[in-house]
């Protein structure tokens, strides 16, 4: 139980960075692109919102709980690591699309993750 908790942490943490993040690089936008920024922040942060709640149907016993923390974990770091030499390390102009390819990738991983865990019958209905 505590690792599921744990597990749903970690996704809400990687959503509000990835909210941030949105938020920092949007900086200077003019207003009338609010719609846009909106559903941008809405698909950053979906692989995050994938993980929670694969961490809810998790059934509590068993390697699952654990395999959910180090899978959020790895989402989490992976996409951190890319924000942060997209816009810190190394910035470019082309930088923001990290929000629109990232995730593609981010809930590849979490999909991988639901097929195996289902496969294993490891979350509860």
């Known amino acids: 139980m505590l690792l599921k908790t744990i597990a749903q942490a970690i996704a809400i943490l990687g959503g509000l960075l990835t909210l941030g993040l ?3 690089a949007a900086q200077g936008s003019d207003s009338g692109s609010f719609t846009f920024l909106a559903l941008v922040m809405v ?3 979906s692989p995050y ?3 929670f709640m694969l961490a809810r149907r998790a059934t ?5 709980p654990a395999v959910l923390v180090v899978s959020t ?3 989490l770091m992976f996409g951190l690591y890319l924000f942060w030499l997209g816009f810190f390390a190394q910035p470019d102009p082309q930088s923001g699309l990290l929000f629109i390819v990232l995730p593609f990738y981010q ?10 865990g289902a496969l294993t019958k490891a979350w509860s209905t």
């Open 60 to 64: 509590a016993s068993g390697y699952w």
């Open 49 to 51: 919102a994938a993980l």
């Open 43 to 45: 698909w950053a942060a």
């Open 107 to 116: 809930l590849a991983f979490v999909v991988v993750i639901f097929v195996v």
């Open 73 to 75: 974990l790895a989402v």
């Open 22 to 24: 949105t938020a920092y």
